[in-house]
């Protein structure tokens, strides 16, 4: 028994020195781990900027009006329409500062838009619009309020909303002559 209890020391001192080793080899295993965290979100970042975005902005095309502007260059940018036949700012009707609250929020968000609607081959629509501008203004609101924040997070939400509220302004009056909206202002709160 004598010999056993000489062996045991020596366990113990290499189980000791095992231990220290093992906590400077477990720093070393972890470096990749570490290092991968700190770096993924600056790949992630990188590749959402130089790849992702421009592919995106290449497939949806140039944005009608660039973040920055004011009202009076908003109201140039839709100077031409598709017949060539330049429109001037007193044929087209302008809606400003519309202000709805958004569907399913019960009241705490709400949307802010300034728009300008064009007729159909530069046709002037101001005094269609100005005619029947309570039941257009009607026709606006319902169409606004009835959107929900998810549908404005969705990518091309805004040609959705302009489609959506050329076909209602077309079916309110009757027939086809609104072309284009073109927002102004478009604030989300």
């Known amino acids: 028994m004598s010999k056993p209890e000489a062996k045991e020391p020596k366990e113990m001192v290499s189980a000791a020195n095992a231990g220290g080793e093992a906590k400077g080899g477990g720093m ?5 781990a570490i ?3 700190l770096l993924a979100p600056a790949a992630s970042f990188a590749v959402a ?12 095309g140039p944005p009608t009006v660039a973040h920055g502007t004011d ?3 908003a109201a140039a940018a839709p100077a031409s329409s598709n017949s060539g036949k330049p429109t001037t700012p007193g044929e087209n009707f302008e809606f400003n500062n519309v202000v709805v609250n958004l569907a399913g929020t019960m009241g705490t968000r709400y ?9 159909i081959g530069g046709k002037g629509v101001k005094p269609i619009f100005d005619a029947q501008k309570a039941k257009l203004t009607d026709v606006t609101l319902s169409v606004l309020s009835s959107l929900t924040l998810a549908d404005l997070e969705e990518p091309g939400s805004k ?4 489609e959506k509220l050329v076909a209602a302004y077309n079916q309110t009056l009757g027939k086809r002559l609104v072309e284009q909206v073109y927002f102004a202002d478009f604030v989300i709160q």
């Open 159 to 162: 040609n959705v909303l302009r």
């Open 28 to 32: 070393k295993a972890w470096m990749p």
């Open 111 to 119: 949307l802010k838009v300034s728009f300008i609607v064009t007729g």
């Open 49 to 60: 900027e130089y790849v992702l975005l421009p592919r995106l902005q290449a497939k949806l």
């Open 71 to 73: 009202g009076a260059e």
């Open 35 to 37: 290092i991968a965290m």
